[in-house]
Each structure stands twice: as structure tokens, then as C-alpha cells.
């Protein structure tokens, strides 16, 4: 079987656990809801446009996809534990095994997102907004639900036991979102790498104000692959290990 295969088949098994155990459909009905709560409580109010609306909304939501992200990938590990051990003995690659488990993870995150889009939709409704600052808000998501994924799949691969993995995620993942706030007090050579590190604060800035930056969709695709990188080394590891 090809290596495209073979992470096409680790996908399908991984979200067909997800949805056989139901954690599919809360994990969708409770983003949902959460992502309505943020609207109501951060977006809606009748002194704004419908653009400055839909800015906050993408700019709130987007933690809750980082962090939904995070989740997701410790209830794959969680979910699909007992077929570990059949990845672990079967002819196939640490990368290909990690790739599909990722590639389920984005496939949820992206139905994730189209679970929300009737509530950017009501506010383009309610006002004069483009669907195209919609499109770049839910692309910029997408972008930030995935990197949350690997960095949950990375830190569950590093750890034995997967909250503890899904913990020290959360640390990192924290650890670059607050990373500008400090950037005043470095040396003014790091004082760039500070600033520009916060995958929300500082990358989805454009998305939210429905601009597609290549430069932080590069920024955010490159963190996710060494997260993924970095989760294939550490499976690797265990793999093989007494």
C-alpha cells in the first residue's frame, strides 16, 4: 500500500472511533455552542458593523480553536488506545501513522468550522459585512484548530500518558501566546521573534479582519509541521523502546 494509503486508512479508522464513541458529535455540538456564547458575549452589540463584529468574534474564537484543538487530539489518543498497539506492531511508519492521526484531527476541526458558519452568517446578515472577511476568519480557524492539533499530538507522543502530554501542550501553546507581552523587556536582537511569536495574537490578526496573509499562513503551517515532526520523532521513539 502506498504512503498515501496508509495515512488515508489510519484517518479513516481514527475518525470512525470518534464517531462510533460519540465523541465526534459532542466535540461539534460543543464547539458550536461555546463559539455562540463568544458571539453573544464579545461580538454582538448594535454600535458596532457588521466588519468590526465579525473581527472580534473571529479574534475570540480563535483561542477556543487553538485550545479545541488541543482537545481533540487528547481524545484521539484516548479514543483510539486500544488500537496503538496494532499501529505500533503493524509494517508502517511512525510519520504515516502520526499523518493520519493529524489528518483526522483537521478533518474534524474543519467540520468544526462549518458547525459555526450560520453564526458569521447571521451577522453578515444582520449587517452589510462580505462573506469573504467570513471565508478568511474560518480559514484563519482552521489554520490555528490544526496547529493546536499537532502540538496536543506532539506533547501526547513525548508523554507517557496523554493528559500529561495534553497539559505541557497547553503550556507551549500558552507559553507563545503570551510571549509579545514580554517583548519590551528582551534585547532588542529578540525582540522581533517575541512579538511575532503568538500564533493568535499575532497571525490571525489579518484573518480575523478578513485579509489572507501568506506570510502567517507560512508562519502557522511551519509550527504545525514541526509539531507533527516532532510527534513522529518521539513515536518513533517509543516504538522501538524496551
Not at 448594535?46 to 474564537?61: K, Q
Not at 485550545?67 to 488500537?83: E, F, I, R, S, Y
Not at 523587556?185 to 493568535?200: C, D, L, Y
Amino acid at each position: 500500500m502506498s504512503a498515501r494509503g496508509v495515512t488515508a486508512l489510519v484517518a479513516g479508522r481514527e475518525l470512525a472511533a470518534l464517531r462510533r464513541t460519540g465523541a465526534l458529535w459532542a466535540f461539534l455540538g460543543a464547539l458550536a455552542l461555546v463559539q455562540g456564547l463568544h458571539l453573544l458575549a464579545f461580538a454582538v452589540d448594535e454600535r458596532r458593523t457588521s466588519e468590526r463584529a465579525l473581527a472580534i468574534f473571529f479574534h475570540h474564537g480563535a483561542y477556543v480553536m487553538e485550545t479545541a484543538g488541543l482537545l481533540l487530539a487528547l481524545t484521539m489518543v484516548v479514543v483510539g488506545a486500544p488500537a496503538d498497539m496494532l499501529w505500533r506492531t503493524a509494517p508502517i511508519r511512525a510519520h504515516h501513522w502520526v499523518a493520519g492521526r493529524f489528518l483526522a484531527g483537521a478533518t474534524a476541526i474543519a467540520l468544526g468550522v462549518l458547525a459555526s458558519a450560520h453564526l458569521p452568517a447571521l451577522v453578515l446578515w444582520s449587517g452589510h459585512g462580505a462573506a469573504g472577511h467570513a471565508l478568511a476568519g474560518g480559514l484563519g480557524w482552521i489554520l490555528v484548530g490544526n496547529l493546536g492539533v499537532a502540538v496536543g499530538l506532539a506533547g501526547t507522543a513525548i508523554f507517557r500518558r496523554p493528559l500529561a502530554g495534553a497539559v505541557a501542550g497547553g503550556f507551549v501553546l500558552a507559553a507563545l501566546e503570551l510571549m509579545p507581552m514580554v517583548a519590551d523587556r528582551v534585547r532588542p536582537a529578540w525582540r522581533m521573534v517575541f512579538s511575532e511569536a503568538a500564533p493568535v495574537w499575532a497571525h490571525n490578526d489579518a484573518f480575523r479582519r478578513g485579509i489572507v496573509d501568506l506570510s502567517d499562513a507560512v508562519f502557522l503551517i511551519g509550527l504545525t509541521y514541526t509539531a507533527l515532526v516532532s510527534a513522529s520523532v518521539a513515536q518513533n521513539d517509543r516504538r522501538w523502546a524496551p
